[in-house]
């Protein structure tokens, strides 16, 4: 709720101020079950004590899956992507794993789970879309670099204005 506050009112002081908001809306596809484990425990290096990545990589390593249909089971296969499923260390992962999204002096992000909102403020419409495009091929290159997929058909772009 604090996020669509958050954005909410960042568009209204745009429309106060007779600016243009362009906004693209952006989810995550699968993003729970895609985190790129190698990609993960990268960062919590980079973040963490060693202790605690010591921890964590335990935690993700080794996992395996199977798939049992009747009687029947499958060899056990590795998971190599994924944050466990209804883990309470789940959403805690994931956030470490997208903690170094982007940023930009002239751009707002707004993230919440697998969703991603971009706004671009100004007086001059054409201005803010470049702003976001260029903001938004930035996006597109990180999200690349860190296997992320954004789901198109769920992604919308808006241009809030009086």
Known sequence: MQQIHRI?????????DRSYCTAGFLDVSQAFDRVWHRGLLYKIKQ???????NLLKSYLSDRKFQIRVGNEKSEPQPIKAGVPQ?????PTLYTLFTSDLP???NITL???ADDIA??????DPERAATDLQRHLSTLQNWFEK???????????YITFTL
């Open 8 to 16: 909410t009112n960042i568009i209204n002081k745009a429309l106060d």
């Open 47 to 53: 973040s963490l004590p060693p202790p605690y990545f």
């Open 86 to 90: 209804s883990s309470v260390l789940g």
């Open 103 to 105: 940023t930009s002096s």
């Open 110 to 112: 707004g993230t919440f």
């Open 118 to 123: 971009i706004l671009s403020i100004n007086k």
């Open 146 to 156: 860190w296997r992320i997929r954004i789901n198109e058909n769920k992604t919308c």
